[in-house]
C-alpha cells in the first residue's frame, strides 16, 4: 500500500525559528513530491514541489531537501513568520497515480 | 475569479439522511477529486473524475457515490449518512488527470452526522 508518514503532528516555534516537517515514504517509484499548505478554514493549496532528481528546491523562505537513499523528503521555513502558521501536508505521487497524502503537520509561530 | 466552489459550508444530519453535496469548477479542468479531511489522518480521496462522464473510487469510497454532472460539476452524495461520515469534505479539481497537476481545493463543507 502506498503510503507516506508525516512528522510531527504539531510544532510551535517562535517568530525568526526555523520549523521543519518531516516526511517518508516507502513506494521507490514515487518521482513527485509536493507540499501544500491550509489555512483555518480554507482549502488547501500548492505550497512548493520536488522531484527526486534534484536534492533541494528553495522558493523564498520554503525549502524542500530530498534523500532519496533514505526514502524522506522535508519542508524548511527559514525566518518563520506569525502568518506561516497553518497546517501543512506532504504528499507523493509516480507518474499514472494518484496524490498520496501525509497525516498534516499544524504549525504554530508565535509572535 | 472563483476557483472551486463548494456548497454548503456548513451541514449538520442524523443518522440516516441523506444528503447531496455540490462542487463546480470554472477553471475549464478535466479531472475533479472529492477529499475527506479527518484530524491525524490527512486528506483521503472519496471518488474522482479524470474527466466528463468518468468516475472512479478511491480511498475510501464506502457509504457515497458521485456524479460527474458535466465538465464544471462534481457532486457527492450520502445515501444513509453514518456519525463515521462526520468530516470536512474537500472538492479539488485538476487541469487533468497527471499526477503533478496542481490541484485546487475548495474552501470544504464541514458536516456532522448526530
Known amino acids: 500500500q502506498q503510503q507516506v508518514k508525516q512528522s510531527p503532528q504539531s510544532l510551535i516555534v517562535q517568530k525568526g525559528g526555523i520549523p521543519i516537517i518531516n516526511c517518508a515514504y516507502e513506494?521507490?517509484?514515487?518521482?513527485?513530491f509536493p507540499w501544500y499548505q491550509q489555512f483555518p478554514g480554507k482549502g488547501p493549496a500548492l505550497l512548493i514541489a520536488?522531484?527526486?532528481?534534484?536534492s533541494e528546491k528553495k522558493e523564498g523562505r520554503f525549502t524542500i531537501s530530498f534523500n532519496k537513499s533514505a526514502k524522506q523528503f522535508s519542508l524548511h521555513i527559514m525566518d518563520s513568520q506569525p502568518g506561516d502558521s497553518a497546517t501543512y501536508f506532504c504528499?507523493?505521487?509516480?507518474?499514472?497515480?494518484?496524490?498520496?497524502f501525509g497525516e498534516g503537520t499544524q504549525l504554530t509561530v508565535n509572535p | 475569479n472563483a476557483g472551486v466552489t463548494q456548497t454548503p459550508k456548513f451541514q449538520v444530519l442524523k443518522t440516516g439522511q441523506s444528503m447531496t453535496l455540490q462542487c463546480a469548477q470554472d477553471?475549464?479542468?478535466?479531472?475533479m477529486y472529492w477529499y475527506r479531511q479527518d484530524p491525524g489522518m490527512g486528506l483521503r480521496l472519496i471518488y474522482y473524475?479524470?474527466?466528463?462522464?468518468?468516475?472512479d473510487k478511491g480511498e475510501v469510497p464506502n457509504g457515497y457515490n458521485v456524479s460527474r454532472l458535466n465538465k464544471r460539476e462534481f457532486s457527492l452524495r450520502l445515501e444513509s449518512a453514518a456519525p463515521s461520515q462526520t468530516s470536512v469534505y474537500f472538492c479539488?479539481?485538476?487541469?487533468?488527470?497527471?499526477?503533478?497537476?496542481?490541484?485546487?481545493f475548495g474552501s470544504g463543507t464541514q458536516l456532522s452526522v448526530l
Open positions: 479539488a479539481s485538476s487541469e487533468a488527470m497527471q499526477p503533478t497537476g496542481k490541484l485546487f
Open positions: 513506494n521507490t517509484a514515487f518521482d513527485y
Open positions: 520536488i522531484r527526486p532528481d534534484v
Open positions: 504528499a507523493a505521487s509516480w507518474s499514472g497515480s494518484r496524490l498520496t
Open positions: 477553471m475549464n479542468h478535466n479531472s
Open positions: 473524475s479524470a474527466s466528463e462522464g468518468t468516475t
